[in-house]
């Protein structure tokens, strides 16, 4: 099975367009959802969601973990160059179907000004 991960950034001016295709797995358990691959870093990624709410976890080195939740704010810490950064994620959209998830967000810094604004869209099957 292959997950495929569509992510449109957009920062500043600039807009880049990533997508991704790895080997996925998926599991049930407790209400949740999870798909687990391996990225080009072969770092593990697990990204566990419902309808409300979704979490993605890269087991890198420090560990990034993102929370967004629907309908409302959320705290991310993310590794940056210039160290472990903070960051609010404002998600517009949060839509789960069978085998899709749709994700709007922006990042912003902790006074409210936005870093980048993402439309990122997860397929597998």
Same mark, same amino acid.
């Given at each position: 099975?292959?997950?495929?991960? /569509?992510?449109?950034?957009?920062?500043?001016?600039?807009?880049?367009? %990533?997508?991704?295709?790895? +080997?996925?797995?998926?599991?049930?358990?407790?209400?949740?959802?999870?798909?687990?691959?391996?990225?080009?870093?072969?770092?593990?990624?697990?990204?566990?969601?419902?309808?409300?709410?979704?979490?993605?976890?890269?087991?890198?080195?420090?560990?990034?973990?993102? /929370?967004?939740?629907?309908?409302? +704010?959320?705290?991310? @810490? %993310?590794?940056?160059?210039?160290?472990?950064?903070?960051?609010?994620?404002?998600?517009?959209?949060?839509?789960?179907?069978?085998?899709?998830?749709?994700?709007? @967000?922006?990042?912003?810094?902790?006074?409210?000004?936005?870093?980048?604004?993402?439309?990122?869209?997860?397929?597998?099957?």
């Amino acid at each position: 099975m292959k997950i495929r991960m /569509r992510n449109r950034i957009q920062f500043d001016e600039q807009l880049e367009v %990533i997508d991704q295709l790895y +080997d996925v797995e998926v599991h049930e358990k407790g209400g949740y959802s999870y798909l687990l691959f391996y990225n080009e870093e072969k770092e593990k990624v697990v990204i566990k969601f419902h309808d409300q709410e979704l979490v993605m976890s890269r087991f890198s080195n420090p560990k990034t973990t993102m /929370r967004f939740l629907k309908d409302s +704010d959320s705290l991310a @810490y %993310i590794p940056t160059p210039m160290g472990m950064q903070e960051f609010v994620i404002q998600t517009s959209r949060y839509q789960v179907d069978r085998q899709k998830i749709e994700l709007d @967000y922006q990042l912003q810094n902790q006074e409210g000004h936005p870093f980048a604004s993402y439309q990122l869209e997860i397929t597998w099957g």
